[in-house]
């Protein structure tokens, strides 16, 4: 009897392999169909008035559209999330209109909103993940829309959905954290998507890893970032949104505490409208009433000295935030990595290399091309290059 229930164990044992062995291979099989087979993705990019979308086959873009909203269309909604169906149905018409069927998608993905602080990564959309776009547990932004719509698109063909790199990327080592306040924590929001795609692009066109590499981001558009990269990680950077280095644009950046408490308490402004004398309406709008920097050189061609002035501030002020993390960096740094819009401004690039050019030598990608970074982030992970994160 011993030796026939050891013959039977032994067989037990050999079924058990083969058949692991046979689900092992459907995985490989799976695995290496995925990675040589074309991917469809449908990327969302909201924004305060208008939603970008853009479809793509792997990294090939087959088209693109902006999608203006009224400012009287939008104000008829009480809030963001109540704009999600208006962006939706927009969103499907146009597909429509370009013969695309939506059924031929792979995945969705989405931008990211003002959640939790979380580290760099695809997110899937998760309930939970759901539920605090829905929240706005940071803020209402339009940015919250992309997680929601690309969740909503995908279930109705039954394909997955994520998000990339949100803005509330932390990975911030703990001394950047303080403030001088313990109750005013400094910390990470920044234009973290296209900081992270520049970063990489970077490391794969000098043919090292990007977690090797020290390196100085500069985001210039309508806010400012700039964060200090090493191993793989933003350990320190500028709030962009509402109260840290270099003005922009549309943001004041880091003003005088003092004084705006005694703004804060003269009672000539509400609350709102001393935060939209810092987000939205400081900055270069305070200063001279335009947001564009192409207005601004204008401007100065024209002979005007407040333009003159201020584009001077602010190549002094973002020259500083540069020599701020080249510190946080202790001197070693491998590169300095100039994007956003303001980067195709080529005065502003030059003069930023004479003041910071010592630190180390510049690269320059103008622009933001956020809906391939977002097309890359769902691609990593279809092709089982990546995990995806779990929020």
């Known amino acids: 009897m011993i030796f026939f229930?050891?013959?039977?164990?032994?067989?037990?044992?050999?079924?058990?392999?083969?058949?692991?062995?046979?689900?092992?291979?459907?995985?490989?099989?799976?695995?290496?169909?995925?990675?040589?087979?074309?991917?469809?993705?449908?990327?969302?990019?909201?924004?305060?008035?208008?939603?970008?979308?853009?479809?793509?086959?792997?990294?090939?873009?087959?088209?693109?559209?902006?999608?203006?909203?009224?400012?009287?269309?939008?104000?008829?909604?009480?809030?963001?999330?109540?704009?999600?169906?208006?962006?939706?149905?927009?969103?499907?018409?146009?597909?429509?209109?370009?013969?695309?069927?939506?059924?031929?998608?792979?995945?969705?993905?989405?931008?990211?909103?003002?959640l939790k602080p979380i580290v760099s990564g695809t997110y899937a959309v998760s309930d939970a993940l759901l539920d605090d776009l829905h929240k706005g547990v940071q803020g209402e932004h339009a940015s919250n829309l992309g997680g929601i719509l690309a969740r909503e698109i995908a279930d109705s063909i039954?394909?997955?959905?994520?998000?990339?790199?949100?803005?509330?990327?932390?990975?911030?080592?703990?001394?950047?954290?303080?403030?001088?306040?313990?109750?005013?924590?400094?910390?990470?929001?920044?234009?973290?998507?296209?900081?992270?795609?520049?970063?990489?692009?970077?490391?794969?066109?000098?043919?090292?890893?990007?977690?090797?590499?020290?390196?100085?981001?500069?985001?210039?558009?309508?806010?400012?970032?700039?964060?200090?990269?090493?191993?793989?990680?933003?350990?320190?950077?500028?709030?962009?949104?509402?109260?840290?280095?270099?003005?922009?644009p549309e943001r004041a950046g880091a003003v005088p505490s003092g004084a705006l408490v005694k703004m804060c308490f003269s009672g000539k402004y509400t609350e709102k409208e001393i935060y939209k004398k810092l987000v939205g309406n400081g900055g270069f709008n305070a200063y001279l009433g335009t947001n564009d920097m192409r207005n601004v050189e204008k401007m100065v061609d024209e002979g005007d000295e407040k333009a003159i002035a201020l584009r001077e501030a602010f190549l002094l002020q973002i020259s500083k935030d540069i020599g701020s993390m080249a510190c946080v960096l202790e001197g070693r740094v491998d590169q300095i990595i100039v994007t956003g819009g303001i980067a195709y401004d080529k005065y502003v690039v030059s003069e930023l290399q004479k003041r910071a050019g010592f630190i180390a030598p510049f690269t320059v990608y103008p622009g933001e091309d956020e809906l391939l970074a977002l097309a890359q982030g769902g691609l990593r992970v279809m092709r089982g290059e990546e995990k995806a994160m779990e929020y």
């Open 158 to 248: 039954g394909v997955p959905s994520y998000i990339v790199d949100p803005v509330v990327v932390d990975e911030l080592m703990p001394a950047a954290r303080y403030s001088g306040v313990p109750e005013l924590p400094r910390i990470s929001i920044f234009h973290a998507l296209n900081q992270k795609a520049v970063a990489k692009r970077y490391a794969k066109e000098s043919g090292r890893a990007y977690d090797t590499l020290r390196l100085i981001v500069v985001h210039l558009g309508g806010g400012v970032s700039v964060g200090a990269h090493v191993g793989g990680k933003v350990v320190d950077v500028f709030n962009a949104l509402d109260g840290d280095g270099a003005f922009s």
């Open 5 to 114: 229930d050891t013959l039977i164990d032994l067989a037990a044992d050999f079924a058990s392999e083969a058949a692991e062995a046979v689900i092992t291979k459907k995985i490989k099989d799976r695995i290496h169909r995925r990675k040589n087979m074309s991917i469809k993705s449908l990327i969302i990019n909201p924004g305060s008035t208008s939603t970008k979308i853009g479809v793509f086959e792997d990294e090939t873009l087959l088209f693109e559209e902006t999608l203006r909203h009224p400012t009287e269309e939008i104000a008829k909604y009480a809030s963001i999330v109540d704009q999600k169906d208006f962006r939706k149905n927009i969103i499907i018409s146009l597909l429509k209109e370009k013969s695309f069927d939506i059924r031929s998608l792979n995945v969705v993905v989405g931008r990211g909103g003002l």
